[in-house]
């Protein structure tokens, strides 16, 4: 186990929801509390939401994980959580796929179709129910 130590504005901008978590059970005085709070709900509005989630493509370089063929750029699709190998390690990232191809995908990996349109709504931002609701009805 190893520790990493931050200033408490710093881990407000760089770790929200840890830090967030952290200070709900924290029973003790903290110091610039209400400029805590506001880089946190600053920092995590900015960060990518959680998978499953669905977007725009913003530019046309991104492959279906599904089919394999290219994205077009401001096409409908849906994000989700993937394995990167990189050398010798691996990480996690996002795997974009054709929102007729994510359901097929997603039961392939062992997950199920609920689980997939649940998470797509409850995680996008910045669609509009119409367009949420076209990329739904593919998937």
């Known amino acids: 186990m190893s520790f990493r130590w931050h200033h408490l504005k710093c881990a407000a901008s760089k770790l929200p929801n840890e830090l967030g978590s952290t200070l709900k059970t924290f ?15 600053e920092a995590a509005a900015k960060a990518p939401p959680p998978f499953p989630y669905a977007d725009r493509a913003p530019t046309g370089r991104a492959s279906c994980q599904g089919c394999g063929e290219s994205i077009a750029k401001g096409a409908l699709r849906v994000a989700v959580e993937r ?17 007729k191809c994510a359901a097929g995908f997603v039961e392939g990996q062992g997950g ?18 119409a367009d949420l609701d076209a990329l739904l009805s593919e998937v």
Do not use: F, W
Request: charge should be negative.
């Open 27 to 41: 029973v003790g005085e903290v110091p610039d509390r209400a400029e805590l709070d506001k880089l946190m709900s």
């Open 83 to 99: 394995d990167i190998e990189r050398g010798m390690s691996v990480t996690k990232g996002a795997g974009y796929l054709h929102p």
């Open 112 to 129: 199920n179709h609920d689980e997939l349109t649940n998470g797509v709504r409850q995680n996008t931002r910045g669609l509009s129910d």
